[in-house]
């Protein structure tokens, strides 16, 4: 036999829909707006600075971004917690 053993406090209360409220889709279960645990942006960090590394020799993209190459690179190689 085995338990599922859920965090109550991490679930959003569930409420019935109001036909006259809009819509929104969240992966969070947060309303827009509302900013996300910082724990949740430090795990986000190292995937951005993959995504920094692999965007650092294309010119066209580190302009979208607003970023030179040497300044990209910087933050690629700098640790999650910083």
């Known amino acids: 036999m085995s338990v ?3 965090d109550t406090w ?3 209360p569930v409420h019935a829909a109001d036909p006259a409220s809009p819509l929104h889709q969240s992966s969070s279960g947060r309303p827009p707006g509302v900013p996300r645990p910082e724990w949740r942006s430090l795990l986000d960090r190292p995937f951005q600075r993959m995504a920094l590394r692999e965007i650092a020799d294309d010119p066209h993209l580190l302009r979208d971004v607003g970023l030179t190459r040497d300044e990209a690179l910087r933050e690629a190689a700098k640790p999650f917690w910083r």
């Open 4 to 6: 599922h053993l859920t």
């Open 10 to 12: 991490s679930i959003p």
